[in-house]
Nanobody, 132 residues
Framework: QVQLVESGGGSVQSGGSLRLSCAAF????????MGWFRQAPGKEREGVAI???????SYADSVKGRFTISQDNAKNTLYLQMNSLKPEDTAMYYC??????????????????????????WGQGTQVTVSG
């Protein structure tokens, strides 16, 4: 059974940094498309960063230049380095994965083409709180 487990969340001051990790268990093949999403209280879950199996990243405009998504295929782990954090980054952060980068023949493993409804595997989330 595939399982995604996030870690690394916490509370930081504005301008600080955090590194989130998402470890994947229970399978022997690599996901073709993975991503980070976040959900603030009272808001819909939104995409933050997407990465494909070749390591090509794409980002929401709100985090470009501040967040970096990466993966270590040998460790089956996805990362999100978050720098220059702002109070508006406060949210529960989730990692997500899908086996195929294609939907109906079209390549979608890129923000904003792929949305939260396209991902079948989700972690339990890790809370990020930015104050100040």
């Amino acid at each position: 059974q595939v399982q995604l487990v996030e870690s690394g969340g916490g509370s930081v001051q504005s301008g600080g940094s955090l590194r989130l990790s998402c470890a994947a268990f229970g399978y022997t093949y690599s996901f073709a498309c993975m991503g980070w999403f976040r959900q603030a209280p009272g808001k819909e879950r939104e995409g933050v960063a997407i990465i494909d199996s070749d390591g090509s990243p794409s980002y929401a405009d709100s985090v470009k230049g501040r967040f970096t998504i990466s993966q270590d295929n040998a460790k089956n782990t996805l990362y999100l380095q978050m720098n220059s954090l702002k109070p508006e980054d406060t949210a529960m952060y989730y990692c997500a994965a899908r086996w195929s980068p294609y939907i109906r023949g079209g390549y979608v493993c890129q923000y904003p083409r792929v949305t939260r409804t396209d991902f079948g595997y989700w972690g339990q989330g890790t809370q990020v709180t930015v104050s100040g």
